[in-house]
């Protein structure tokens, strides 16, 4: 998120104040004062002619500011259902009920909307690092975070099953790291459930990476070399068979070698 954040910044030009994940911001004091305290530094809100939002609460922020004179453009990120299927955990579905209420009540009044399935995206990298900074051994990766609807765990064992080497980036990882792990693997995989965009496919087919993923967020259109999986949320174990096979095309026809 923090990604795309940066590149809608850059697509407007100009003077660009972006505030960080929460963790990152050591003082943050709104809405009573003018300037924002992140990482030591002042940010004057005045000098800015827009702000643009991504989830709750930063819309509550646009809110805010919309009312102190900025444009306000909404780019609306979207979070999964509060379904069993995607959250597991029932404390963690009622936590995406009130979250996704409060989402949509925050994006009401904004000067402009986009819907993040609808606004293409750019790779940050159209061509792999230099083959001497690589390992050349052969691998699968995955990017991205491990939540429950990211699906990481049923992926990570089907690659143990599959005895295909597994390699995913760790969490959290830098832009270079996240370079260095796409530019070296025979594939990317994803058994994400849910996606509101899916970036990290979207980046490995740039860099002529295949991307084995179920049809879900903007998958389908960017997926070119690798293999798109229909997905039946209410029969999971059929498209999972298809996603087993998929994977092991793939990577017979990227390693000309069976796994193991």
């Known amino acids: 998120m923090y990604q795309l954040a940066k590149d809608l910044a850059k697509e407007f030009d100009g003077d660009v104040g972006t505030l960080k994940h929460r963790n990152q911001i050591k003082y943050l004091d709104l809405p009573t004062r003018e300037d924002i305290i992140i990482e030591g530094k002042e940010l004057n809100i005045q000098k800015y002619k827009q ?3 991504l989830l709750f609460p930063m819309h509550w922020l646009g809110r805010e500011y919309k009312r102190r004179g900025l444009h306000w453009i909404c780019y609306d990120q979207k979070t999964p259902p509060a379904e069993k299927q995607y959250f597991p955990n029932l404390l963690r579905r009622q936590y995406m009920k009130v979250f996704n209420r409060l989402n949509a009540w925050s994006i009401k009044g904004a000067d402009e909307y986009w819907d993040v399935t609808e606004r293409e995206q750019k790779p940050r990298w159209t061509k792999k690092r230099k083959e001497t900074e690589l390992d050349l051994t052969d691998y699968a990766t995955y990017i991205g975070r491990r939540t429950d609807y990211k699906n990481f765990a049923w992926l990570q064992k089907t690659m143990k099953d599959l005895n295909i080497p597994f ?12 370079w260095y792990c796409l530019s070296n693997a025979k594939m990317l995989v994803t058994a994400s459930l849910w996606e509101g965009y899916g970036r990290p496919v979207m980046e490995a ?12 967020g903007s998958h389908k259109r960017h997926i070119k070399k690798g ?3 229909p997905l039946d949320i209410k029969n ?25």
């Open 167 to 178: 390699k995913p980036s760790r969490p959290n990882s830098t832009d270079d790291e996240i």
């Open 236 to 260: 999971i174990k059929k498209s999972e068979e298809l996603f087993k096979k998929a994977i092991l095309e793939v990577w017979q026809r990227e390693t000309n070698k069976k796994p193991g």
């Open 205 to 216: 087919e740039a860099l002529g990476i295949p991307a084995v993923a179920y049809d879900v």
């Open 51 to 53: 702000i643009i939002t």
């Open 227 to 229: 293999i798109c999986i």
